[in-house]
């Protein structure tokens, strides 16, 4: 901007994403300096979030999918299954099975 650009010989102040510019000036020239948003690396950022997310989502499901659940066993049928378990980062854990009133508590690792 040269010469007298907004009221009493200041420029005007623009704002651009909340933050104001700089103002420069220097007798008869004004120099104002913005910054001004990157949309490509905005976009860029928005879709690793976006990735980031979908990747949670997809190990929580997965997860779901496989987790031990409740389930009906008909009279004189059996079921079985596995649970494993991080020997070096467990120092004591329990599992609980609920079997009509009963209630049957599993300690491991085993001693």
Do not use: H
């Not at 004189?76 to 009963?102: E, H």
């Amino acid at each position: 901007m040269i010469g007298n650009g907004g009221f009493y010989g200041f420029p005007p102040v623009y704002s651009s994403n909340g933050s104001f510019p700089i103002v420069n000036r220097s007798g008869n020239m004004t120099t104002v300096t913005t910054q001004v948003p990157d949309y490509p690396a905005q976009e860029r950022a928005l879709a690793k979030a976006a990735a980031i997310a979908d990747q949670a989502k997809n190990s929580a499901d997965k997860i779901r999918e496989q987790a031990i659940g409740p389930t009906s066993i008909a009279s004189g049928d059996s079921i079985n299954g596995a649970l494993y378990f991080d020997v070096s980062k467990v120092q004591k854990a329990s599992l609980q099975v609920p079997i009509g009133n009963a209630l049957f508590e599993f300690t491991f690792p085993p001693r």
